[in-house]
C-alpha cells in the first residue's frame, strides 16, 4: 500500500549450528544447497554463533561492504540474539526492521530431534519463510515527540507531596494540585503513623534546603521548605475541570476557587478568626467540635494563610475580618480562576476516604453519636484535635473508659467492599495501644475477624496491644445496641473461641471503617481516559511490574489511589512513581519506532469499529467530505499490536512491520515444503506468551511433529479470517492460534478478539465445506511449553483423522 | 509423615456434596466471623444449636455429626443470619441442604413426618385451631379458605413428595 521505493533486496543468509549443536539433527549442507536456490540470496555463511562476536562481525562487515542489504539470522534463543544483532546492525548503518531472527534450535532441532530428516525440510521452510519475509520488508523510521519538562501532580497528601517534592528536586517545573484548601489530606488528620509513630504530617524534605538538610531529615510539611522549592507551584482549593492533548504535552484546565485571603500577605495573626462571629462545624475534626468561617486546620499546617468557607461565611453583610486584618490581605470580592497548564505528565495521587459507616444500619453510626470512625478517634487522640488528646463521648463529652473496636466495618463485605483494607487492623492497634498508654485505666476490646500485621514491625504492634492488656475478641459483631438506662452502648458479639454470646459494654465503639476511593475518582478517570478497577481504586497497568503506571502513557498513579495504603507504601509508591515520571519526561523527548498502523483512505470509511477496538485510544475519526470520515491513527498511542488489523472488515489498516503481503509470503513459504508424512499444521504464535511458549517447549526438548510450522506474529489479535482460509489454500490442513491468556494478553484485548473471530471463522468454514475442527485458538503462557507440544499433537492427530482438505472449487 | 487426621468421619469432599445442592452453593464462602452467631435468636437459648459452628462442621466434613444430630432442625428461618452474612453466605438456605442430606440418609425428626401425613391427609402442616379462626374475626379476616386438596396432591406426586408407588396406589 505504501509507496516504498525500496532497493533491489540483497539477501545475506546466517546459519548458525549453536556450537555444532544442530548439527547432529540438520544436515547443514542441504541447509545451504537450498538457500543458494533462493532468489535474491547474496550471501550465506554458516558459523557457530552469529548473535555476537565474529559471527556477528561477519554480518556487520557484509552489511558495510555493501554485499547485502537485508539479514536473515538462523540462531537460537532469538528473544537476546534479536535485540543484539539489532543494535549491531543499526551501528552498521542498517535499519534494524530489515534483520529476521529465526530460531532453528528450539522450534525445529530439539523438538523435531527424532526426525532428523524431517527437521531438516522444516528448517528449509523455516529459512525461505524468513527470507521472503526479509525480502518485503520496508525500513521502519524513528519518530520523536517532545514532552515537556512539567508534571501535574493531583492531590496534595503525602503521596502527591512526597512525589512533587521528588520531581522538583530532579529539576522538573511541578504543579501541585489539592482539592481542599489545606495540604496534607487524609494523612494530616490521622496525627500519628505507624510502624514509626511519628507526626503524620511528616515528610522527607526537599534537597533545596541546603542549611539543615541532611542525611536523616525528616519535617513537618509546614516547616519542611518545601513550598519555598522555586519549579514547584502549589495550587490548594483545585481542581481539574478540562483535559486534551498527548503523552508529554497535556493541557489540563485548572478551576481554582477564591481563598479570599491573599496569599502573600496574610500574616497567620488568628486576628480575622478572633472576631468572626460564625461557628460551624469543624470537618477537619470530623465535625467533633465548630470552627469559625475563617479559618486554618491546625497550627502547622501548608500554606500558612487562612482561608474563607464560602458556604459557611457571611461576607459584606459581617466582613468583622476585613476590618481588623492588619495587612488587608482579605479579599471578599474574589472570583474562581481557571488557569491552563501544558505539561509533560501527570501524576494522579488523589488517595482515599472512608466509607460512609452510615450505610453498615446494624451499627447506628447515624443514631448513636458514640458510634465514631477510627479517623474521628485520630482527631480525639491528636493533641492538636478537638479535645486536646482527651478521649471522651461525643454524646456528652465525658470521658470514655470502655471501648470497643470493631474492624472490618463495611470490608471484606460483599455487600458493601468486598476487599480486605489492609491498614485497618494496625490503625486500630495503633489507636487502642496509644490511648491504653496514656489512660492504663481505660477497658479496651478490638472484635476482630482475623488480624493482620504483615508489614514489618507489624507484628510488635499487636504484642505490645496485647502486653497492655487491651483484649481481642475474635468475632464480628452483629448489631450495637444503646442501653438508655445504663447510659451506655452494646456491642452484640459472639466469641469464636469461646462460643459465648458476649454483650460489651462501651462508652465509645470504633468502627474500623473501610477505605474507599477519595471523592471524584470516578470523575477524574473520565477525564483523563485511565480505567478503575472494579473496586473504584484507580487501575494500574501491570500490578506486579508496572504498580505506578496506568494504561494511558504518562499518566502515572501513586498513594491510596490505587489501593488503601499505610504511610510507608505510600512513600514508597511516590519515589517509584517520581522515578518513572523521570525516566518518561528527562530526555525533553519520547523516542518510538514508527512499528504502528496505518490506514488506508482509499478503503477506509464511515465504520467505527477500529476506534472502539484499539485498546489504547489510538485511532480516531476524522471527517472527510459531508458526513463521511475515516480513521486517523496517533503514532505516539498506536502500541503495534495489529488488533485493529483483525477487526477492520474492509482490510483498509495494515501494521507497517507486519503486512499482509509479507505475512503471505510467509505463509506460502512455510507450506511449500512438507517433508513429512503428516499433514501441514500452520500455528499462528504471537510474539509473546504464544510464540515464546513455543520457544519453552522446545528449551525443554518436548517433541511434537515437524508438520507443524509457526508464524511469529505481535498479538492474536491481528489474524484475519481470510488470512485462515488463504492458508488453507496454501496448503495447511489444520491451523492453529496461539495467544496469551484470555485475561493475560500483553495488548489487553486481543485474545478475547482473536478468540471471538475464530468463532466466528469456524462458521465460515462450515459455508465453504472445510470442517471447523480444522481450525482451534489456543491460549497459553510461556511457562506452558507443555502445552503448546500437547496442542500441536492434538491438532496433527485431529488433521491426519478427518484426512485429506477438500476445498470446493470457488474456495 | 504423620498422621494427621484420625477422626474417619472426617471427609472433605462433604462440603463439595453440600455446595453442589441447591441453597448449599455459598458454603464456602464462610470466614468464620461469627456474624451468624450473634444475630441467632435460637444460639443464645439452645447451646445445641449454633450456625458459625454447624457451618465450620460442614466445611470440615464432618457429615455424621451433622446429619445425626439435633443441631441443624433447630434453625427456624428468621433469616436473621443471612441478611447480615457479609460474605452473602445463604445461611438458611445451607440449612436446609443440609437437611434434606439428612433426609435422605433416614435421619429426620418424627414431627417432620407427621408434617408431611398431615399435608397430604388434610392439605395442612398444622390444622386449624379454633383459637386460630376466632383470632381472624377478631381482627376482621375472611375465615380461610378450605384447600385444593386434589391439585395440591397434583403437585405433591409431580414434585416427588409423595413417592411413586403410593401414586401409583392413589390411582
Redesign the interface.
Known sequence: MSECKMEQPKVGVFISDCGKQLSEVLDFDALTSFVRTVPDVTLIARGSAFWRGKGLETIIDAIKSGKINRVVVAESITKISDVNIAQAVENAGLNSYLVEVIDIKDHCAWPHRATPKEATEKAKAMLLSAIERVKLLEPIEKLEFPALKSVLVIGGGIAGMQTAVDLADLGFEVNLIEKESFLGGLSARVGRFFPTDDCAICIQPPSSDVKTITHTSRKCVYRSGFSEIPNLNILTNSRVVAFDGVPGNFELTIETKPRYVEADQCVACDKCAAVCPVETPDEYNANLNNRKAIYMNVPAVHPQVYAIDEDACKFHDCAKCVEVCPTNAIDLDQKTEQVTLNVGSIVVATGFREFDSSTIK?YHYDDYPDVITNLELARLIDGFGPTAGNIVRPSDGKSAKKIVFVQ?AGS????YNPYCSSICCMISLKHASLIKETNPDAEVTICY??IRTTGREHEYYYERARDLGIKFV??????IYNDEEKGKLIV?????LL?R?LDLEADLVVLATSMVPAEGTTELAQLLGIPLESDGFFKEYNAKLRPTETKQKGIFLCGGATFPKDAPTASLHAHSAAMKVTKFLNSGKIVKDLRTAEINDEYCGDCELCPVTCPYGAILLEPTTGDHFVARVNDLLCEGCGICVGTCPLNAIELRNSRPSQMTAQINALLSVNGTSKPLVLAFCCQECGHTAVDSSGMAKMEYPANVRIIKVPCAGIVRANQILEAFKAGAQGIMVVGCKLDGCHYELGSQQAEKKIDFTKVLLKEYGIEPERLEMFSMVYIEGDQFAEAAKMMTDRVTELGQLKLMEDS | MPHHNTNKNTNMSFSEEVTCRHGGETLTSCYQCGTCASSCPVARLDSRFNPREIIKLALLGEKDELVSGDAIWLCTSCFNCQERCPQNVEIAELFYALRNIAIEAGNSPNIYADFGSALIADGRIVAISKFGEKKREEFGLPPLKPVGLEDLNTILSETGFIKPEKKEASK
Open positions: 446494624e472490618c471484606r463485605d460483599k455487600r475477624i482475623d475474635k468475632g464480628r459483631p452483629t448489631e452484640d458479639v459472639e466469641d469464636a462460643k454470646f
